[in-house]
């Protein structure tokens, strides 16, 4: 499975970015797809996560009602839409899927993912 995120860049609180991330494989809708992000200094933290379908979310507390995750299943694609960017929403953000028939629970961690794309850079400037 290959993931490539797209969609960073530079914006001002306040403003909207929506990130993309395409994956390769057959299979996508049988992935539970997540939304991370790395922060210098920080470490890895879970933004969103969204089931296989689509029918169950998770958001980190804060991004919740600013950041919706959404999925097409037919494009093999996952998205994180992200309003009223903060500063403090600066960081790398990585997309991640976990393939190998994860719990919807677990996915609000790190340990279900085990691929990673390479990450996409969200800077919000105040």
């Known amino acids: 499975v290959q993931l490539q995120a797209s969609g960073g860049g530079l914006v001002q609180a306040g403003d909207s970015l929506r990130l993309s991330c395409a994956a390769s494989?057959?299979?996508?809708?049988?992935?539970?797809m997540g939304w991370f992000r790395q922060a210098p200094g920080k470490e890895r933290e879970i933004v969103a996560a969204i089931s296989w379908s689509g029918g169950n979310t998770y958001y980190a507390d804060s991004v919740k009602g600013r950041f919706t995750i959404s999925r097409d299943n037919a494009k093999n694609t996952v998205y994180l839409q992200m309003n009223n960017l903060e500063p403090e929403d600066t960081a790398v953000y990585y997309c991640a899927a976990a393939t190998s028939g994860a719990s919807w629970y677990a996915a609000r961690t790190s340990r279900p993912y085990d691929y990673w794309g390479r990450g996409t850079q969200v800077t919000v400037s105040s």
């Open positions: 494989g057959r299979t996508f809708s049988s992935y539970i």
